[in-house]
């Protein structure tokens, strides 16, 4: 069966400080993977969506950068933290074709 | 206009009660209709999954989707505590990288 692993689940980043978040996925191969933020009371925001190695589009113009180095893996990453970038964010991959997305369990940024 | 309306207001039920929750969106080309469900601080869990018009029905939930409307909906029969939660309405069309459109959620509370 398939599954995805993200983490942390939680962490406290200075303002100004560098990011990495993680996610794998297991039991499936070339997936479509995704990075969701989740603000209260604003739903998900899709910030980063790849169909392939090296293949990253974005949705919104913002602070984090994504990267796909192997097939079932997928990084989320910022230089210099902003107060703004604070949020949960979301992994998620779905097979193509199909419409369904599979979340991970998410991480929990708080910028200070 | 947002791509998916949800209205994010609270709903408390007493237990055994039926849950209806919906969503309305403006897409035409929309054609897979999800709703997952999110406890507090983790990753939203696919619950309903439909790509056609009608009613599907999995135990106590039931979905259903009026394309000519736009308009899904949600219920749950014989609510129990366990399914206080978030439910989140999601919709994607084949563009190639399944992105979800997903509405703000709805936080129900099911009183015992």
């Known amino acids: 069966s398939q599954t995805i692993h993200q983490w942390p689940a939680t962490l406290v980043q200075p303002v100004g400080s560098p990011l990495s978040l993680e996610c794998t996925v297991e039991g499936t191969s070339n997936p479509n993977l995704y990075w969701y933020r989740q603000a209260a009371g604003r739903g998900l925001q899709l910030l980063f969506y790849?169909?392939?190695?090296?293949?990253i589009s974005s949705e919104v113009p913002q602070n984090l950068s994504a990267s796909r180095p192997q097939d079932r893996q997928f990084i989320l990453s910022s230089k210099k933290l902003l107060l703004s970038d604070s949020g949960f964010y979301l992994c998620?991959?779905?097979?193509?074709?199909?419409?369904?997305?599979?979340f991970g369990q998410g991480t929990r940024l708080t910028v200070v | 206009q947002k791509e998916v309306e949800q209205d994010p207001g609270p709903l408390s039920v007493p237990e055994g009660a039926i849950v209806s929750l919906n969503c309305t969106y403006s897409n035409s080309a929309f054609q897979y209709f999800m709703w997952y469900r999110q406890y507090s601080r983790k990753g939203p869990e696919l619950l309903m999954y439909t790509y056609s018009s009608g009613n599907k029905e999995d135990g106590r939930f039931t979905a259903q989707v009026d394309k000519s409307s736009k308009y899904i909906s949600l219920f749950i029969r014989d609510s129990q505590p366990s399914d206080s939660a978030t439910y989140l309405c999601a919709m994607s069309a084949w563009f190639g990288n399944n992105r979800l459109a997903f509405g703000k959620g709805n936080q129900v509370v099911v009183i015992p």
């Open positions: 998620a991959w779905s097979v193509k074709g199909s419409g369904e997305a599979f």
């Open positions: 790849s169909v392939g190695i090296g293949q």
